[in-house]
């Protein structure tokens, strides 16, 4: 269907995002910033918008805020100013909340990424801190909606992409690498279905070869990479039939609804006008020392993209591999230890792609109590090294060690697993099965090549699995051909 579209028209994005900053307290109140606490429990008279309730800036929230900035190459602003952007709504009991306008704290900046193994940027037009409204819980089974405040005064960071993104899969790529980064610099937990990470996305069509943009409209309530792809290909679809039959699209907001699968209109579309935004009389202006900058600069973790492309560089791994080993910088610390440790980087790469992640329902998080741990790990990848057990053999091991934590040496020992390398002792079995099994010997001779297999099983099955594979296969070679 999308293909139809991108035939006549282009599709135009921009991604707005709003990340939840991992503070102990609130950007403006002295409350826990929690999450799943008992409704209306983790606020202040500053939550809740009592009269005289006076907001006071969390210092904490600023340097998470500024290590983003300079982690995505931005313009870092020494003097910044908050505002008043007024609006009526339940969850805001102070009619208005307290944001960052036409002074951000950082300008420009850009995010890293790959898409089918090609490197792509996509520039940013700024980033601006701001306080988290309340939520609103919409009982329709009873007929009424509640006002839960715990959310009301999180800090939160909204990152504003330029309109670069011209695909579901980059706008997904995008958002995914930006995420990634926020969770190597730990200043945000990046759940999309706890809403600390949220995502609006504004999307237009225009035809090919033309450069205005066309009129833009606003989804939200995307709560996963999978229903952002959704959102824009419905999107796209809904603005490119109403085109097509002499429509006019209508700059506005729309609420998508996964379970549909399909959007419908919020509101039109505000500007900055409707917002009535003014200077807050009671923060004064933000300022932040170029010192305090540069301090903040040293101190950055290496980056996912800067180490994904050091992991392509250094450790020979594709653009694909890389990016699986960097999911999260535990991941990526698990694999340089055992590649360092053996001194083999495919088998180190290959190995915990293939066998370690399958047992990680979470990449990014799981890897942290995984057993066996990177060291144990390369135990048992030293043992195939050495021919001590073929690689059959290792994955079986490692499956006992996962399951019984207990060492590679203790489990060989324990279960006599080890390979045996013996060429005398491997021809006497190789011997034994093809004089077992004529008939076959004699189809292989007359050109089924396939019985070659057959002959391999029966030799290691004789061997209980722990026959050099290298050494049976040679031997084999020599005497299957008589």
């Given at each position: 269907?999308?293909?139809?579209?991108?035939?006549?028209?282009?599709?135009?994005?921009?991604?707005?995002?709003?990340?939840?900053?991992?503070?102990?307290?609130?950007?403006?109140?002295?409350?826990?910033?929690?999450?799943?606490?008992?409704?209306?429990?983790?606020?202040?008279?500053?939550?809740?918008?009592?009269?005289?309730?006076?907001?006071?800036?969390?210092?904490?929230?600023?340097?998470?805020?500024?290590?983003?900035?300079?982690?995505?190459?931005?313009?870092?602003?020494?003097?910044?100013?908050?505002?008043?952007?007024?609006?009526?709504?339940?969850?805001?009991?102070?009619?208005?909340?307290?944001?960052?306008?036409?002074?951000?704290?950082?300008?420009?900046?850009?995010?890293?990424?790959?898409?089918?193994?090609?490197?792509?940027?996509?520039?940013?037009?700024?980033?601006?801190?701001?306080?988290?409204?309340?939520?609103n819980l919409h009982l329709d089974d009873q007929g009424i909606s509640l006002v839960d405040l715990n959310r009301s005064s999180v800090p939160l960071i909204e990152i504003v992409s330029e309109p670069e993104l011209r695909s579901p899969p980059e706008a997904v790529a995008y958002l995914?690498?930006?995420?990634?980064?926020?969770?190597?610099?730990?200043?945000?937990?990046?759940?999309?279905?706890?809403?600390?990470?949220?995502?609006?996305?504004?999307?237009?069509?225009?035809?090919?070869?033309?450069?205005?943009?066309?009129?833009?409209?606003?989804?939200?309530?995307?709560?996963?990479?999978?229903?952002?792809?959704?959102?824009?290909?419905?999107?796209?679809?809904?603005?490119?039939?109403?085109?097509?039959?002499?429509?006019?699209?209508?700059?506005?907001?729309?609420?998508?609804?996964?379970?549909?699968?399909?959007?419908?209109?919020?509101?039109?579309?505000?500007?900055?006008?409707?917002?009535?935004?003014?200077?807050?009389?009671?923060?004064?202006?933000?300022?932040?020392?170029?010192?305090?900058?540069?301090?903040?600069?040293?101190?950055?973790?290496?980056?996912?993209?800067?180490?994904?492309?050091?992991?392509?560089?250094?450790y020979h791994r594709s653009a694909y591999d890389a990016e699986v080993l960097t999911t999260s910088s535990d991941l990526a610390d698990y694999f340089e230890t055992v590649a360092k440790a053996i001194k083999d980087d495919q088998l180190a790469s290959n190995f915990i792609q293939t066998?370690?992640?399958?047992?990680?329902?979470?990449?990014?998080?799981?890897?942290?109590?995984?057993?066996?741990?990177?060291?144990?790990?390369?135990?048992?990848?030293?043992?195939?090294?050495?021919?001590?057990?073929?690689?059959?053999?290792?994955?079986?091991?490692?499956?006992?060690?996962?399951?019984?934590?207990?060492?590679?040496?203790?489990?060989?020992?324990?279960?006599?697993?080890?390979?045996?390398?013996?060429?005398?002792?491997?021809?006497?079995?190789?011997?034994?099965?093809?004089?077992?099994?004529?008939?076959?010997?004699?189809?292989?001779?007359?050109?089924?090549?396939?019985?070659?297999?057959?002959?391999?099983?029966?030799?290691?099955?004789?061997?209980?699995?722990?026959?050099?594979?290298?050494?049976?296969?040679?031997?084999?070679?020599?005497?299957?051909?008589?």
């Open positions: 269907m999308l293909e139809k579209v991108l035939e006549k028209y282009e599709l135009v994005m921009g991604l707005e995002v709003h990340a939840q900053l991992k503070t102990k307290t609130k950007l403006m109140s002295p409350a826990p910033n929690a999450y799943g606490e008992e409704p209306n429990t983790a606020v202040s008279t500053v939550c809740t918008g009592m009269p005289g309730a006076l907001p006071t800036l969390n210092r904490a929230a600023v340097t998470e805020a500024l290590k983003t900035a300079l982690a995505l190459k931005c313009d870092v602003q020494t003097l910044s100013v908050f505002s008043r952007k007024h609006y009526f709504y339940p969850d805001l009991p102070k009619g208005y909340q307290i944001s960052q306008y036409d002074r951000p704290y950082a300008l420009k900046g850009r995010v890293v990424f790959y898409l089918n193994n090609e490197r792509r940027e996509i520039n940013l037009t700024r980033i601006h801190m701001e306080e988290d409204a309340g939520k995914k690498a930006l995420r990634s980064v926020l969770r190597y610099l730990d200043v945000c937990d990046g759940n999309l279905e706890e809403g600390n990470f949220r995502c609006d996305a504004n999307v237009s069509l225009r035809p090919r070869g033309h450069e205005k943009f066309g009129t833009r409209v606003e989804l939200k309530n995307i709560n996963s990479f999978r229903n952002l792809e959704r959102a824009i290909i419905y999107e796209a679809q809904r603005q490119y039939d109403s085109l097509e039959t002499g429509g006019k699209i209508v700059q506005e907001t729309r609420l998508w609804d996964a379970d549909q699968n399909k959007s419908q209109s919020m509101r039109s579309k505000e500007e900055a006008a409707d917002y009535r935004y003014m200077p807050e009389p009671d923060l004064l202006p933000l300022t932040i020392s170029k010192d305090v900058i540069e301090k903040a600069r040293k101190e950055l973790p290496e980056l996912p993209i800067d180490k994904m492309e050091r992991f392509i560089k250094e066998n370690v992640l399958a047992h990680i329902p979470n990449v990014e998080t799981g890897i942290q109590k995984f057993y066996p741990d990177a060291k144990s790990l390369a135990d048992l990848l030293m043992k195939v090294q050495d021919k001590t057990l073929s690689l059959n053999l290792a994955k079986d091991v490692f499956e006992i060690m996962r399951a019984e934590k207990k060492s590679a040496a203790a489990i060989i020992q324990e279960k006599n697993l080890s390979q045996v390398n013996d060429e005398s002792a491997l021809l006497a079995v190789v011997e034994k099965v093809i004089q077992e099994n004529p008939k076959q010997l004699a189809d292989f001779r007359s050109g089924k090549d396939k019985l070659f297999g057959f002959f391999m099983g029966q030799c290691q099955k004789a061997l209980e699995g722990k026959g050099s594979p290298a050494t049976l296969k040679k031997l084999l070679d020599e005497k299957l051909k008589g």
